[in-house]
Every structure is written in C-alpha cells, then in structure tokens.
C-alpha cells in the first residue's frame, strides 16, 4: 500500500494572514510542518501543495518537494485532489500546514485504519479529540464531531453536538482535529463534486464526503497538537518550542 502525505498551504488566512511564514523559532510554520511530517518516516512522499510564491520558493530552497496549484480553491481536500490527480498512490494523508508538532502515533492510527480495512468499506479516515471545557465545546472556531458505535462519522459541526439535554446522562464532546487521510478516488470523487449545501453553511469540508455518501472513520487520539489559528497560538507553540 503506497502511502504519502499531502499538505495544503494557502498564504492568505483570515484570521491570521500569512500565519505559515511567520518565525517559529528560527524556520517558517509552514517549514516545521513539513518537517514533522517527513521525520515521522511513515509515508512514501511528502508533499506542499501550495497557492503562493513565498512558500513555494521557501519549500524548495529547503530541498522539499512542492507543487504549486493551478486553479483557485476554497479548501484544503480540493488543492491536494487537484496535485494527486496524476500521482501513483492508495492513501493521501491530508496534514494541515499550521500544525507542526503533528504526532506519528496518530498519523500511524490513521494508516491503520486502511491497513485493517480488508473490505475496503472506509473512504477517509480522521482524527478527534476528546475536549471538557465549556469554553472549547462552545466555540463555534472548534469543529465538534459526533460518531456511531462503530465510530463512523454521524455530523461535524461548528455548533454544540450533541445537546446535552438529559444531564443524568452522562455524554462526551469531540474536536475533530483537521488531519484526514483518503483513498485517492474518495478524494477524486470530493474534488469533482460542487460544493454542498451543508458543506457551504458550516464552512466544514467533511460535511461534502459525507453528502456524497463516504465514509469517515473516526480515530481517537489523546494528543492534542498545538495548532496555529491566531497570533496568540503562534506564542504558544513558541513556548511549547522552546520547553523542549
């Protein structure tokens, strides 16, 4: 099973413009994802799929392997389809590329999940993250997700699920942490299909794959990566850096 790892790096952010070039003690975000990413040793080929000039040219004059997009996209699985169209593989590992502590023990759990998938019934596999606290299980910036007992992929949404109405009933909150990993044609199949009603209301791209009928496994992972979404997390995995 040929395995690589794609990431998507947009330049533009809205919350926090040009966060992966921005210095991470010492290198740009978008080159310590890159790095992590190769070091775990668990792919085939490593990937940046990129919009922009400046990561492309910071990527290469790394000696990593970027592809520059051709075509304006609105998320992260439509720039790698378009970058793995003409490329030989099985699985395609979506890493986002604000994430540079991202862990080989979840990356290896999703790999798993197709390696023990002998019927070939799962189309992604991903990544939650078991959160406590009013403020995360609130925050519309947190995509929560809610699964069955098989933990397949029930909805994933900005919103509070599921309401806690019954508190006798004691239930838990996930976040879903945006690493995905794809059989190629699940990832086709994304990229040739507009984007969805419900896709387009919560601004959520897993919703599409679930549309169109796929199915997304859930992995739980206890690994909580420090992810860059604003300036103030761009201090923390400064700190987080530096305390290693």
Request: charged letters at 30%; glycine letters at 4%.
């Amino acid at each position: 099973m040929n395995v690589i790892a794609m990431i998507p790096a947009r330049y533009s952010a809205s919350r926090f413009p040009g966060k992966l070039m921005k210095d991470l003690a010492g290198k740009p975000v978008i080159l310590r994802t890159y790095e992590a990413v190769l070091h775990t040793n668990l792919f085939d080929d490593v990937y940046i799929v990129t919009d922009s000039d400046v990561i492309f040219k910071t990527i290469k004059d790394a000696g990593g392997k970027v592809i520059m997009s051709k075509e304006v996209h609105e998320c992260g699985s439509d720039r790698i389809a378009e970058a793995v169209k003409n490329i030989e593989t099985d699985i395609v590992i979506n890493v986002q590329g604000d994430e540079p502590f991202i862990d080989k023990i979840s990356l290896s759990k999703l790999i798993d999940v197709f390696k023990n998938d002998l019927s070939n019934e799962i189309d992604l596999a991903s990544l939650k993250v078991q959160i406590t606290s009013k403020e995360d299980i609130e925050n519309p910036n947190i995509v929560k997700v809610i699964t069955d007992v098989n933990n397949l992929a029930i909805y994933f949404s900005r919103s509070v699920i599921p309401y806690h109405r019954n508190k006798e009933i004691k239930i838990k909150f996930y976040k879903h942490k945006g690493v995905y990993a794809f059989r190629k044609q699940a990832l086709l199949d994304f990229y040739n299909t507009p984007m969805t009603p419900l896709e387009a209301s919560e601004k959520i791209e897993a919703i599409r794959y679930q549309e169109i009928g796929k199915k997304i496994k859930m992995v739980e992972t206890n690994v909580e990566a420090v992810g860059i979404d604003t300036p103030e997390d761009l201090e923390k995995a400064i700190r987080f850096l530096n305390q290693q």
